[in-house]
């Protein structure tokens, strides 16, 4: 009397079973008409979408590949998920700004990764031979001052300014490399951001903004008159009031020496990834020249070399400033 009942529950299991097998590409269930002993499946596995127990020998239910395989789907939507994500994350903004209070702040200037050649040609007039050309690559993006760090800004950090040439927007000067490096410390401790010189290569990376010749706008000095300040007035200049290069960048040519992370020494043989300059030795490395130099002495490429102690106005009357550079978030 019962037959009929077991017949029709035995129907829908298979109904089931079998719409679920071609919904998971046949790898999911499998119903197989090969008998096993009872106790090889489990007496008391229950099917969600039916009221009986399975208790017929001649069915197999692959719970675990049946689940496997929607995992495989899920973990692969998720994946796909996460890869979009990638894409849109949202890309370094073209400027960031630093704020020091009281209306005062410092810009500065997205420049992106890239590769350039290092040094000058031997037939560049001014050269100097520790300028032996080389090809750097400079792998990271970075934020750099637009304007070399003014006194106002100096003295709302460091609490005093040593400059000789007065003027809040002026660039300080009559500052050493470490008085540079306690400045980027305790900036880097109130504004929250990893502020420090540049180093060289980046320095020239960004002065050049793309060009190969020996002043970011061409090879002719006469051309210095729009983008540098030359010592007619016998003392510094505002930053910023001359032409930026094509990056944005004022005044890296001339008004005042910049410093550099980096020790002085031979540039490398071959081509280089993100160089840090050599690591030992006592002097470092100063960059763009200053409104007493000559033009030559503000190419792109010319380098000296000056104690990390010195201020400038004790090195042949020159001014001694810097700027500074910030890693993206």
């Not at 719970?63 to 894409?87: D, M, Y």
């Not at 080389?134 to 300014?161: C, D, L, P, R």
């Not at 050049?208 to 970011?216: P, V």
């Not at 100063?286 to 033009?295: D, H, L």
Request: net charge neutral; hydrophobic share 35%.
């Amino acid at each position: 009397m019962n037959a009929q009942p077991e017949e029709n529950e035995r129907s829908k299991a298979g109904t089931v079973l079998k719409a679920a097998e071609q919904g998971s590409g046949g790898s999911g269930i499998l119903v197989s008409g090969n008998s096993r002993p009872l106790d090889d499946i489990d007496r008391n596995l229950r099917c969600p979408f039916l009221d009986s127990t399975f208790r017929q020998p001649t069915i197999i239910l692959k719970v675990k590949s049946f689940i496997q395989f929607f995992v495989l789907v899920i973990l692969s939507i998720a994946s796909q998920s996460g890869a979009f994500a990638a894409e849109e994350k949202k890309a370094p903004e073209a400027k960031q700004e630093i704020e020091f209070g009281g209306g005062v702040k410092m810009e500065l200037v997205l420049v992106n990764p890239g590769k350039f050649t290092m040094g000058s040609p031997v037939t560049e007039k001014g050269r100097e031979a520790a300028e032996s050309q080389h090809a750097v690559t400079i792998s990271k993006a970075f934020y750099m001052g637009k304007y070399t760090v003014t006194q106002e800004q100096y003295e709302k950090v460091m609490g005093s300014n040593p400059s000789k040439f007065k003027g809040a927007k002026k660039p300080v000067e009559n500052v050493s490399w470490d008085d540079a490096q306690e400045f980027c410390r305790k900036l880097s401790t109130t504004s929250a951001k990893t502020v420090r010189l540049p180093t060289e290569a980046e320095w020239e990376y960004a002065c050049r903004a793309g060009s190969a010749t020996a002043y970011c706008f061409g090879d002719d000095e006469a051309g210095l008159a729009e983008y540098a300040w030359h010592g007619t007035s016998g003392t510094t200049d505002p930053v910023g009031e001359k032409k930026p290069n094509a990056w944005g960048l004022y005044d890296m040519h001339r008004n005042v020496y910049e410093w550099c992370q980096d020790r002085y020494g031979d540039y490398p043989a071959g081509a280089a990834t993100d160089p840090q300059g050599p690591v030992e030795g006592a002097d470092r490395v100063m960059r763009g020249g200053c409104w007493v130099t000559s033009p030559g002495d503000c190419r792109s490429a010319h380098r000296i070399k000056v104690s990390p102690s010195i201020r400038g106005v004790d090195f042949l009357g020159m001014s001694f400033g810097f700027r500074v550079v910030v890693a993206p978030h």
